[in-house]
């Protein structure tokens, strides 16, 4: 079985505080994605990677930047969090383009 | 048009009966289409795909495609109560896309 795994269940954080969230895979899967999901508005896609050192920006990538060193890990980073950045973040990942494999999901909280 | 529109429900069904989920999509994400199946408080699962018009069977769950109306459905036969959970529909625009729009979801509720 796929297993994603989220480094963390809950966060609470400070606006402008840098936040990392970190996803790792072990299916050796060249895709991978970063989603939040808000009740009402879905999900919603923040940024995806296809290959090492490779990314591009889904439909709200504003205020948030990733990193993909590895082929297994891939970190989303909020650079000054904001309390609108409170909100479930969803790391997938996929060997096909309409398959996604979520993790369990970081749960954030900015205050 | 939202690219991929469902009932945000919530729907609610007997034990036993069919539960019906539906879902239209605009033209821009017309190739394939997918149902996740999410319960509270977990990540979305994937549970079927569907690529071209007509009925894909697996198990208790049908997924129904007709492009032509650009619609696609998902039947739950014989729905449990640990069928209750949103239903995730989405589409992909074709295969030299990486994304998947989603749906906002279907609430599904299985009454004992």
């Known amino acids: 079985d796929v297993k994603v795994t989220q480094s963390s269940r809950y966060l609470v954080k400070r606006t402008g505080e840098k936040v990392f969230l970190e996803c790792v895979q072990d299916m050796d899967h060249e895709n991978m994605f970063w989603y939040r999901q808000d009740p009402g508005l879905g999900l919603r896609l923040i940024y995806f990677?296809?290959?090492?050192?490779?990314?591009e920006k889904g439909d709200i990538p504003e205020g948030y930047s990733v990193s993909r060193e590895k082929k297994e890990r891939f970190s989303l980073i909020l650079e000054s969090a904001s309390t609108n950045q409170t909100s479930m973040y969803l790391c997938?990942?996929?060997?096909?383009?309409?398959?996604?494999?979520f993790g369990p999901g970081t749960r954030l909280t900015v205050l | 048009q939202k690219e991929v529109e469902q009932n945000s429900g919530p729907l609610s069904v007997p034990e036993g009966a069919i539960a019906s989920l539906n879902c239209t999509y605009s033209?821009?994400?017309?190739?394939?289409f997918f149902w996740y199946r999410q319960y509270s408080g977990k990540s979305p699962e994937l549970i079927m795909s569907?690529?071209?018009?007509g009925d894909k069977e697996d198990g208790r769950f049908t997924a129904q495609l007709n492009k032509a109306s650009q619609y696609v459905s998902l039947l739950i036969r014989d729905s449990q109560p640990s069928d209750s959970a949103t239903y995730l529909c989405?589409?992909?625009?074709?295969?030299?896309?990486?994304?998947?729009?989603f749906g906002k979801g279907t609430k599904l509720s299985v009454i004992p």
């Open positions: 033209d821009r994400v017309s190739q394939s």
């Open positions: 997938a990942s996929s060997y096909r383009r309409g398959d996604r494999f």
């Open positions: 569907i690529y071209s018009n």
């Open positions: 989405a589409g992909n625009s074709g295969a030299g896309s990486y994304q998947l729009t």
């Open positions: 990677s296809y290959d090492v050192k490779m990314k």
